[in-house]
């Protein structure tokens, strides 16, 4: 694989239910990012990982979560899903967390909850 | 609060030249982003500034003047293929992306 790619590429969920989105790099990118993306809004960012072993929240972290075990991969787990996390999600990644990195982004993932 | 204000959408001709601003309010300023996206994919990069100027970059360029928090994305020779969103982005003080909600570009033949 070349970039970053991402898993499932939809879903239609039940609300309530248990969902993790999948998102794997192999360029060894340091820093890795999640986003959710709705007509209208600009992408917004949910949680973001600068380095292995660290994350931290952004703009709309709640009812979402992610760990970064190791420098490739970068899960994002819905806990119990509800209809307003209905949305396009964006994993990225950028070689560092500094101010001229450019972010690199996988395909996206449309999930539904209903 | 931080705001990225971009027109919701614009209409041009093929072969032609359109201008797409950008004006940003934010906590800082570490560099300002252009992306596009097609319909159904991801953002790819375009261009970045952040010294005050113009960018260029094949046919395309992007204009940066950070005491009006103004830029520019400036698309020459209007292909079909240009149809798309462009995004704009600040990477603000604590090096974090923020995004507008993105131009949608309409080329007609």
């Known amino acids: 694989i070349a970039g970053i790619t991402q898993a499932p590429t939809s879903q239609i969920l039940a609300a309530g239910r248990r969902m993790t989105l999948r998102c794997t790099q192999d360029m060894r990118h340091n820093a890795m990012y999640w986003y959710r993306q709705d007509l209208g809004l600009g992408l917004r960012l949910i949680h973001y990982s600068n380095t292995a072993g660290t994350t931290g929240k952004g703009e709309v972290p709640d009812g979402y979560s992610v760990s970064r075990a190791n420098t490739d991969d970068f899960p994002l787990t819905l806990a119990s899903a509800v209809p307003s996390q209905t949305s396009v999600y964006f994993c990225?990644?950028?070689?560092?967390?500094?101010?001229?990195?450019?972010?690199?982004f996988g395909p996206g993932t449309r999930l539904t909850v209903l | 609060g931080q705001n990225i204000d971009q027109p919701t959408e614009m209409t041009a001709t093929e072969g032609a030249i359109v201008q797409i601003n950008c004006t940003y309010q934010t906590s800082g300023f570490n560099g300002l982003f252009w992306y596009q996206q097609h319909a159904g994919e991801a953002p790819t990069f375009l261009s970045y500034n952040v010294l005050d100027g113009l960018e260029e970059k094949g046919r395309f360029s992007s204009f940066l003047s950070r005491s009006k928090g103004y830029s520019y994305l400036l698309l020459k020779e209007l292909q079909m293929k240009d149809s798309a969103s462009y995004l704009c982005a600040v990477r603000d003080s604590n090096y974090q992306l923020i995004w507008g909600a993105g131009t949608k570009l309409i080329i007609k033949p």
């Open positions: 990225a990644s950028s070689e560092l967390a500094q101010a001229t990195d450019t972010q690199y």
